[in-house]
T-cell receptor, first 110, second 115 residues
């Protein structure tokens, strides 16, 4: 089963912009890319979703190149409270079963 | 307030004693799902439901049962819990699982310990 690939961990200083890239080579025509944030012992929380080009909301931006085989979550000016695990999720081919990858553990350093 | 609720939030039980973890959503979502999360193994889907009376296995269904008699409720049943089912459990719901409306809303989690 095709799945997403993202770095296991990243460190960043407060105030920096953080970019987390996810690879999803087998993405199908109708698939959307969804990113979640999870704090310890809490359920994942939806951050942003996109299909192509660029999507921006109040917390993040999502960049998707034309071939859609990867996507980059961009968090502007991170703070300590952004320390969390970030998951990239693609439901390949509209598959009903959901498979989360390992996620990227972001540690923001003062 | 739109939300997914789970009960209980914490449970300590003994091997073999049947238990049910309830999940309810108030968003009229079609898709509901149960996950377990263990250190180093991430989130793994146990069961999911596309709609009332429609359920199917996720990646780790052994030892669990579910039912979807009403749209809003999706209980997780452990008929004979064992220590390897000690975990953090999350229920989630979404309007759909395909296309642009597939963002899932997660409950607060249920921490289960089976002795």
């Amino acid at each position: 089963l095709a799945k997403t690939t993202q770095p296991i961990s990243m460190d960043s200083y407060e105030g920096q912009e953080v970019n987390i890239t996810c690879s999803h080579n087998n993405i199908a025509t109708n698939d959307y890319i969804t990113w979640y944030q999870q704090f310890p012992s809490q359920g994942p929380r939806f951050i942003i979703q996109g299909y192509k080009t660029k999507v921006t909301n109040e917390v993040a931006s999502l960049f998707i190149p034309a071939d859609r085989k990867s996507s980059t979550l961009s968090l502007p000016r991170v703070s300590l409270s952004d320390t969390a695990v970030y998951y990239c999720l693609v439901n390949y081919g509209g598959y009903q079963k959901v498979t989360f990858g390992t996620g990227t553990k972001l540690q923001v350093i003062p | 307030e739109a939300q997914v609720t789970q009960n209980p939030r914490y449970l300590i039980t003994v091997t073999g004693k049947k238990l049910t973890v309830t999940c309810s959503q108030n968003m009229n979502h079609e898709y509901m799902s149960w996950y377990r999360q263990d250190p180093g193994l991430g989130l793994r889907q146990i069961y999911y439901s596309m709609n009332v009376e429609v359920t199917d296995k996720g990646d780790v269904p052994e030892g669990y049962k579910v039912s979807r008699k009403e749209k809003r409720n999706f209980p997780l049943i452990l008929e004979s819990p064992s220590p390897n089912q000690t975990s953090l459990y999350f229920c989630a719901s979404s309007l759909s699982i395909q296309g642009a409306h597939n963002e899932q809303f997660f409950g607060p989690g249920t921490r289960l310990t089976v002795l």
